[in-house]
């Protein structure tokens, strides 16, 4: 029979691939134990077991966009409640508490602990299985899009040792098989880079139809989505999955300000004294940062857009193109937050 004791308790949780380390914590920062535990069926089923003494349980995870994910999930569909401690936070709350750094799975587990804890408006994880097959989705077309990229720098280097001169910039397989089929090498080093260089060609028209496919897959799901950030200029199907990805329950971010701090857009004061300034923020979600950057990029591409319109004025009013671009980037970050409300 399980010892039931009363009281809320914050479990804290630093998670691995193969084995997670908890511990439990009381409202007044009181640790009342812990333990490591495998991540396997029998390890889980052990850890749960262990806690089932403390019905009024939150389970604090570190990092459920990154390495606690999978744990997180279990937890979930167990019926547990969680949520998820950004490991920056838990990674203060162990300087503060050691006042060493120290690293070490117990450690980590106590600091994630104290921050859930202490903090309030941690985001709750809950099981979406649409933003997560948009994930899974994002994520795998994002791969292809790195794999085309490595090869097409593969290509490069090759067709520039083959003609001089080399190839244009933006290559497509069709253009490389063409310019190929015109090199006529006599000797075997050239012929073996020209062979290497077809393969490559061969693994380019492949790659291309998987991210046609990819392409396809996401703009069906989209479909199904009550959202119009495809209607926004310079966001593709990768780039609104991606957003409505990361960005979960828009409603927790209590305004425009907060959603762009979270994004890494909003700019960090630096001021001192009488001198004011700001510098760029390093932080912030960077897949969802490198959205807004590529949109950015692509209106200022075109003089007719909005974007363009408004860089121009910021430029125009002293600013460098650095922090005109900037500016856009914070822009763009308060247009978007609205269509990224999912229904």
Known sequence: ??????????IGMDPHKRSVTIEVMTADETVLGGGRFATDVEGFAAMLDAVR?????TWAVEGCNGIGRHVANRLIAAGEHVV????KLSARARVFATGQGRKTDATDAHSVALVGTRMTGLRPVVRDAQREVLRILVDRRRAIGEEHTYKVNQLHALVLELIPGGAK????????????????????????????AMELVVDLERIY????????????????????LLGLHGIGPSGAARLLAEVGDITRFPDRAHFASWTGTAPIDASSGDNVRHRLSR???????????IMATVQLRTRTTDGRA???RKVATGKTPNEAMRCLKRRLSDIAIGPCLMT
């Not at 998820?84 to 490991?87: E, G, H, I, L, T």
């Not at 139809?209 to 119009?228: M, P, Q, S, Y």
């Not at 960077?286 to 950057?293: F, P, S, T």
């Open 169 to 196: 910039r933006d290559l497509s397989a069709a253009q490389a098989r063409r310019l190929l089929a015109s090199v006529r090498p006599r000797d075997v080093v050239g012929k073996t880079r020209k062979r290497v």
């Open 283 to 293: 932080g912030g979600n960077r897949k969802i940062n490198r959205v807004l950057h």
């Open 84 to 87: 998820d401690v950004p490991p």
């Open 53 to 57: 003494g403390w019905p009024e349980r």
């Open 209 to 228: 139809a998987r991210k046609k496919a990819a392409n396809k897959e996401l703009l069906a799901l989209l479909a199904d989505v009550d959202t119009t």
């Open 1 to 10: 029979m399980v010892n039931v004791k009363e009281g809320p308790v914050v």
């Open 310 to 312: 408004y860089y121009d």
